[in-house]
């Protein structure tokens, strides 16, 4: 069975800003997409849940600017 290594260009997910952080769930490192559970084919439209929770803890605070 022949897997891909290499992630496909058109892939939404590659757009997310989860993607800056390696995934938990997957172990998939920073800026790769995460994989199916078996490891064997990359989620091209999203992240793992615990990927993202990873990039909320580490992203730095945005505060909105109200005083204008």
């Known amino acids: 069975m022949a ?3 290499t992630p496909p260009d058109d ?14 769930t997957c ?3 920073a800026d790769a997409l ?3 559970h ?5 989620r ?6 615990a990927r ?3 990039h909320h803890t580490t992203a730095p605070c945005r505060v909105k600017d109200t005083d204008q």
Do not use: E, K, M, Y
Not at 38 to 42: I, K, V, Y
Not at 44 to 49: A, C, E, G, N
């Open 3 to 5: 897997t891909r290594t």
């Open 11 to 24: 892939a939404p997910a590659l757009t997310l800003p989860a993607l800056a952080v390696a995934c938990p």
């Open 27 to 29: 172990h998939s490192p």
């Open 34 to 36: 995460c994989t199916s």
């Open 38 to 42: 078996s490891g064997t084919r990359p």
């Open 44 to 49: 091209r439209t999203d992240v793992h849940q």
């Open 52 to 54: 993202t929770a990873a």
